[in-house]
């Protein structure tokens, strides 16, 4: 659900754009955005607190948030 999610934006440059795709994988998965945005913050930040999602992807970049994410994945 999450390496799908960040393949799904185009434009890691725009926040807004961030947001619009995230959103539209979300309402085209059936995927409620909370347990999204919820994981990916568990996955990005270690925690479930913290800086917004999109800004977060977009202060990572694509390479940094998948290789995060990646991590996440292989260690639970």
């Not at 995230?22 to 800086?51: D, P, Q, W, Y």
């Not at 940094?64 to 292989?74: C, G, H, S």
């Given at each position: 659900?999450?390496?799908?999610?960040?393949d799904s934006?185009?434009?890691?440059?725009?926040?807004?754009?961030?947001?619009?795709?995230?959103?539209?994988?979300?309402?085209?998965?059936?995927?409620?955005?909370?347990?999204?945005?919820?994981?990916?913050?568990?996955?990005?930040?270690?925690?479930?607190?913290?800086?917004?999602?999109?800004?977060?992807?977009?202060?990572?970049?694509?390479?940094?948030?998948?290789?995060?994410?990646?991590?996440?994945?292989?260690?639970?």
């Amino acid at each position: 659900m999450l390496v799908p999610a960040i393949d799904s934006i185009n434009n890691f440059n725009s926040i807004e754009d961030i947001n619009y795709c995230l959103h539209n994988f979300v309402e085209t998965k059936n995927i409620k955005i909370g347990k999204l945005f919820s994981a990916m913050r568990c996955a990005l930040l270690g925690k479930s607190g913290g800086i917004g999602i999109n800004e977060l992807i977009f202060i990572l970049g694509k390479d940094e948030t998948k290789d995060r994410i990646d991590a996440f994945l292989n260690k639970n």
